[in-house]
């Protein structure tokens, strides 16, 4: 019986895939390289291997799960996030690419001679944590999240990345912290509206790291409430947020007694980061 080659179960598998995903070719890589513990530059260079019958199965299985809306993350149980491959599990959100831009403004803020504290808070993966403790070795970083699934995932992520100077806690965003202070406070937290017909494409990942409640500001509000009380003389914080609440944001940080408030953006150009020094600790 002829074998099917990588090239034609890649081309039919992005075929499959195109009417519900934008990244069909790509998702239709990943999901094959996984099965044949190949990298995607080497399913090009051997598009005419012959693939055998019980992974063309398993390919099958996993062009039916994407199909029905599974990220492609958690068929492979793995996402690349700021050149870090982490593990992720369906109990955290996906990284996502936009968030790279809160990763950036606060490593332009925090200087690499600088034993800097760092908070990130709703951690999931441990993404940005991971990032910025990658990044500034000499800084301490502290990931918190409510969730202990996520945690585990995201204490899963620094052993086998083999990133030490990153601490977890567990705990409502500064309830994990009560006494503590940081030079920055990082987060991106759940900022969806409960309302918004986009979680209709999001329902694989979980609810609570997508949605805080009716107005989607709620958690951002309650960080931006508390992030004073755990800020050093000095310190920042920057805080991801939908494209639409940006002026939001800033208004909630303003109220709080930050200052010099700036809004950054994504690699699209959308408003995704508010960053914000409380009033009596300009830089
Ligand atoms: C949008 S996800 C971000 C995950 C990760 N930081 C990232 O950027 O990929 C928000 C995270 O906040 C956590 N979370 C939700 N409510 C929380 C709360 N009240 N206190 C602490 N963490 C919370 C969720 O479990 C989730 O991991």
Known sequence: MMQVTISELLRSGAADLAPHSESARLDAELLLGEILSRGRAQLAAHGEDPVEPQNVQAFRMMLARRREGMPVAYLTGRREFWSLGLRVTPQVLVPRPETETLVESALELLPRAHAARVLDLGTGSGAIALAIARERPLCAVVGTDLSPEALAVARENAAGLGIGNVAWRRGHWFDAVPSERFDAIVSNPPYVA??????????????????????????????????????????????????????????????????????????????????????????
């Open 194 to 283: 409960a309302d918004d017909p986009a979680l209709a494409a999001l329902q694989a990942e979980p609810r609570e790291a997508l949605t805080p409640g009716i107005t989607g500001l709620e958690a951002l509000a309650q960080i931006a409430a508390g992030a004073r009380g755990h800020l050093l003389e000095g310190g920042f914080v920057a805080l991801e947020h939908g494209a639409d609440q940006a002026e939001a944001v800033a208004a909630l940080l303003a109220s709080h007694g930050f200052r010099l408030i700036r809004s950054l953006r994504d690699a699209a150009g959308r408003p995704r980061v508010a960053l914000g020094f409380p009033e009596t600790n300009f830089p």
